[in-house]
Nanobody, 124 residues
Framework: QVQLVESGGGLVQAGGSLRISCTAS????????MGWFRQAPGKDREVVAT????????KYTDSVKGRFTISRDNARNTVYLQMNSLKPEDTAVYYC?????????????????WGQGTQVTVSS
């Protein structure tokens, strides 16, 4: 399994921007599908965005389309989530995850390695 460490969370006002990062251990980062998930208090963990190993393919949940961008730098073993026009409902713990296979509809069950999470809080 790959080890994942998130960073970059924090407190931001509504309408602001934040970029969170996730750095992976190991030498085969480019072979992993990567995803960002989030979990708000009292809610299930939901997928936010996913990206294929090459970075060519991406998917977003409807609520973040046009506001969030997932990207990766395979030379740095890092995946990013750029979050713009943040809303209070984006407040959650954000987790990155690594999976083995790309497909059009990825769920939590498709990811076997998880980071510890980073808190993102959007104030109104």
């Amino acid at each position: 399994q790959v080890q994942l460490v998130e960073s970059g969370g924090g407190l931001v006002q509504a309408g602001g921007s934040l970029r969170i990062s996730c750095t992976a251990s190991g030498r085969t980062f480019s072979s992993y599908v990567m995803g960002w998930f989030r979990q708000a208090p009292g809610k299930d963990r939901e997928v936010v965005a996913t990206i294929s190993g090459s970075g060519y393919s991406t998917k977003y949940t409807d609520s973040v389309k046009g506001r969030f961008t997932i990207s990766r730098d395979n030379a740095r073993n890092t995946v990013y989530l750029q979050m713009n026009s943040l809303k209070p409902e984006d407040t959650a713990v954000y987790y990155c995850a690594a999976g083995n296979y790309w497909k059009n509809y990825l769920t939590r069950a498709d990811f076997g390695s998880w980071g510890q999470g980073t808190q993102v809080t959007v104030s109104s």
